[in-house]
DNA sequence: AAATTTAAAAACTATTTTGGTTTTTTAAGT
DNA sequence: ACTTAAAAAACCAAAATAGTTTTTAAATTT
């Protein structure tokens, strides 16, 4: 690991819990260990560092995803598993980073973020077609819409209104939304798998 | 229909069109074609007008749903048409007038589109057990997750930024998340009779 | 041990952002 | 049409912060 990336690694998680909007360049410095000039040696400016750390934060989950792909594992376990995952970390502090750079940094928005979005869906048409191909899903999917749409859904269990105010929790809200919505998509084959895992997970 | 009726029902649809924030009581009256005096002979002030508009068509909604449920008609009946005459209609609207209001009158949607939202969960709660009991869905869902949630899924299909900037239209968008999603909500049954729907309908 | 390199700490400046004030415009209500 | 209240815009001063430069300290080399 190189300077540069500890750093990025260090400063992602930094963001995630501060937002990089009210952060300072001190801070950031100062949560590295080093001084703002070494901070400057590696970058640019603020916009450079905060463009390379969700560059990065993506190259790590794209990293862990090629990973799972490659190890030929069975796609509901990869689904499992990872919705598994995806409701015990923090969700929710990603989405509010993400929102932040779109409101404060529209130009890295733009340049970046949607490419990470698009990144995502691709995944998401990828293991879709595996499952397919596997036997998982039924057949009359088209992977372009349902891929964006499984990417919003995950979204809302952390993001919405849903969990204020009632009396139920998040990672419940995300089995009931997500796995729920892929049981929607399943066949027969799939829809086994499913229903054992829910039984076992209530 | 009074006065009063025809006026809500009339501004209404003015708000849907052009939001409640920026319009005029002017415009108000001369859409209405009535001066400003009877508007304010009708209603005390603008807060008024807009909170008795939002109960009135919360009360036009909830009318059209008793004579569903009073109709005593199959469940899936229920939902398949109640989906179709969703995607025709322009959710999205509504939506935004939504979020206008909580927006720039706090008072009236914590009074007012707070009740509206438990009513709309309420009926869909209903319309679950309902569901249940004739055995087109699951047994093991817990109404008060799922109602929620649903009124969630419709909102995205209208609001987010899934539609925008791709080839895809609204109710495809719309039928691919919400259908699918009560197609993880159905028991054998009931998945027959959505994949038959689906099969005629894409 | 002196010299050299490296990086932290501190000091500094030039922008940006923010908080508070006044003026202008808009729109409610009579 | 008129009055008044409230919202928006314009404006300014003060604070905060990005980015640069200088100074200090410590490690490394010779």
Redesign the interface.
Known sequence: MTVKEKIMDNTVNFFLKEGCRKVTMDEIAAYNGMSKRTLYENFTDKNDLIRQCVLYSNELEKSSYLSNIASQEDMMDILLRGHERNFSIDLSSMISFMDEVRKYFPDIYRQTIREVKEAHCTMMAELLTKGQTEGYFIK???A???A??LS??MK?AAH?E?TQG?E?SQS??YK??V???????TTEKGRKIIDEF?KNN?
Chains 1, 2 share one sequence.
């Open positions: 009359n999917l088209d372009r819409i349902i964006p749409i919003e859904i809302i919405s849903l009632r139920m419940e809200t009931m939304l796995l729920i919505y892929f049981r929607g998509l829910m209530n």
